[in-house]
């Protein structure tokens, strides 16, 4: 998210801003607010604490100017804040799952394949499948990985919504992107597609969430590869000082909507009703995911040529005794997440 770089923001500056935000002063009472809060119940002269967890506000105190930190907001829709310290006070924006996004979940939910969570109809159709070949077999499977993507979109995110801040184990990052590359090149390859992964040489770890990381590195795949132009992407994972990074190259269809919004980092707008709605709410959910495990996600456009680079960088840690070196097992994840691309 773009904030503004100046120490001073006046309630002029903040209605430029296209996200929900808020100014506050140094008791962290709210001075202002522009026009995308109306949505919500915070008014001006009301004080920030009574949204806060204790954590947050103790975190917001101890902040120097020019520093940006993440903390949570109680407050039905929004599901991340990026808060800036000013010369004087503080500046929130809010990061929010808007009514588009629910509606572009409601829209999959009704594509949803009828029948499919009859037990019966499903056994009948393996039954039938020994007379009629594998067809039935394949339909049968379609259906439900199909189904399986629209319940993993719908937990992740209601998820990062919900999730906590704590996370079980410190993994080795290298080796569970490399399987998962591994595995998702291999069917993307079958299908036509011109995947290429260079893996990072050097070992990385983080305390993470290490569902959440395959889900959105695999989110990223799949808009890169249905939009890149001849299906060639070229995914790079790198070790650098103190982060992880995942990066996705690729030349998009050269549709000023795709590539604009593509390098835009705003994808919960009017975008989601465009030609292009599905590609946005994808890259939405692999944004809001990043966001709230405190990775990095970036975009940017490499040279005038034309190429989009989008990226997960992920913040590391040295290993301690919980740490987890063994993959672990992604079952149909990723057939899931690859279905309307290699079905």
Request: glycine share 6%; proline share 3%.
């Amino acid at each position: 998210m773009q904030l503004p770089v100046k120490e001073r923001i006046t309630e002029d500056d903040l209605q430029l801003l296209r996200y929900p935000a808020l100014l506050l002063n140094e008791a962290l009472v709210v001075t202002g607010r522009n026009r995308p809060c109306a949505m919500f119940p915070i008014r001006k002269s009301c004080k920030i604490t009574r949204y806060l967890f204790s954590r947050d506000i103790l975190r917001l105190q101890k902040m120097t100017t020019g520093q940006v930190i993440r903390i949570s907001l109680n407050v039905d829709g929004v599901y991340l804040v990026f808060a800036k310290k000013l010369g004087e006070g503080y500046l929130l924006a809010l990061r929010t799952i808007t009514a588009l996004v629910w509606e572009k979940v409601g829209e999959k939910a009704a594509m949803l394949p009828t029948g499919n969570e009859r037990i019966g109809d499903q056994l009948n159709v393996l039954r039938s499948s020994a007379e009629s070949g594998s067809e039935a077999e394949k339909t049968l499977r379609k259906n439900f990985l199909h189904t399986l993507r629209f319940q993993m979109v719908t937990a992740n995110l209601l998820s990062a919504k919900m999730r906590s801040d704590l996370h079980p184990a410190v993994y080795e990052l290298n080796g569970q992107v490399s399987a998962l590359m591994d595995e998702s090149i291999l069917l993307l390859k079958n299908a036509g597609f011109l995947p290429t992964y260079h893996p990072s040489d050097k070992p990385s770890y983080a305390r993470i969430d290490v569902d959440a990381l395959r889900f959105a590195v695999t989110e990223l795949l799949v808009v890169s590869s249905e939009t890149a132009i001849g299906g060639k992407v070229v995914v790079d994972s790198a070790t650098g000082m103190d982060e992880f990074t995942v990066r996705f190259s690729f030349e998009p269809l050269m549709d000023d909507e795709l590539y604009e919004g593509i390098l835009s980092g705003e994808y919960s707008g009017e975008l989601l009703r465009g030609a292009y709605s599905d590609v946005f709410f994808d890259l939405f959910l692999a944004q809001m995911i990043c966001e709230r495990n405190g990775w990095d996600f970036r975009v940017r456009s490499s040279g005038e040529s034309g190429v989009a680079c989008l990226t997960v960088a992920i913040p590391t840690s040295n290993a301690d005794a919980l740490q987890v070196n063994c993959i672990t097992e992604s079952g149909d994840l990723v057939a899931a997440m690859l279905s309307d691309l290699i079905l």
